[in-house]
């Protein structure tokens, strides 16, 4: 089983260059390799998700290896969690791709493992499928996810938004959800230069009907970034929309800024049915 159409959510098959569902509905597979799974009239603004330059952005600072604690630890914790062949795994809102690829990397190394990265952008979906080769790429919508039901042992979710039911419908009966949020002190310093009254980020769980949390992390560690990497991190984030241009002038005109990161990490585990009962 692969992906399910996004309109009649009938199986989709691969043929030629294209994947097609049994009531004819056609989605092109595109020259680098994802499919766009997101019709139209799912689409809530014409170029939804990320823009272009706080893609270029993340991928300057994410290679730079700024989050690669983080990404180390989500994989960490995959691999003590599943299984070591034989696995498939969704990472919902996956960007261009940095997490999904170690992630289906270190799975990939101990055996079969089948890894999806899905967002609403499409310029993110073509930069990671463009690089990333060891991932299924597809533009789609976290609300609607074109997979078939008990299809994945896993499910990765950085930030991004999903609904409950849909992570309950796509993911197996004692299989996994980890989600990453910030911390209460989550760049508490670019909070200070864009606001009067700084609030740190609220720590109350989620609640996730149909999963238990089975453990939860807080990651954190200091950056020290000079103005263009400092600059890149908050282009990146959706504090860029707020910024003043003196708090631009502000990075742009220092040669060192000092900030935090903070993150949580909570593991989720999917109810079987009987458990599921009141």
Not at 61 to 75: I, S
């Amino acid at each position: 089983m692969s992906y399910q159409c996004p309109l009649c959510h009938q199986p989709l098959r691969f043929d030629t260059a294209a994947w097609r569902c049994e009531n004819r509905h056609q989605f092109d597979c595109a020259k680098e390799g994802y499919v766009n799974l997101l019709p139209v009239q799912h689409k809530r603004s014409r170029q939804p998700g990320d823009s272009t330059d706080m893609l270029l952005a993340r991928r300057e600072f994410l290679d730079a290896g700024h989050y690669q604690p983080l990404q180390q630890k989500v994989c960490e914790l995959f691999e003590r969690v599943l299984s070591n062949s034989g696995v498939s795994l969704l990472d919902i809102g996956c960007g261009e791709g940095y997490y999904t690829h170690e992630v289906a990397k270190r799975l990939q190394a101990r055996g079969e493992a089948k890894i999806y990265g899905l967002d609403v952008s499409k310029v993110a979906v073509r930069f990671g499928a463009k690089r990333y080769h060891n991932v299924e790429f597809c533009v789609a919508s976290s609300h609607r996810l074109p997979f078939a039901a008990a299809q994945f042992d896993a499910v990765l979710r950085i930030y991004a938004p999903c609904k409950a039911e849909e992570l309950a419908r796509v993911v197996k009966d004692n299989g996994y959800v980890l989600t990453v949020t910030p911390g209460p002190r989550h760049l508490i310093q670019f909070k200070a230069l864009i606001y009067q009254d700084v609030k740190l980020h609220d720590e109350t769980p989620e609640q996730m009907d149909g999963f238990e949390r089975v453990e939860q992390h807080s990651l954190n560690y200091p950056l020290l970034l000079n103005s263009e990497e400092s600059a890149a991190l908050l282009q990146m984030t959706p504090l860029a929309w707020r910024a003043r241009p003196e708090v631009w002038g502000v990075l742009v005109t220092a040669s060192e800024f000092v900030c935090e990161t903070d993150f949580t990490l909570r593991l989720w585990r999917r109810k079987a049915p009987s458990a599921a009962q009141p």
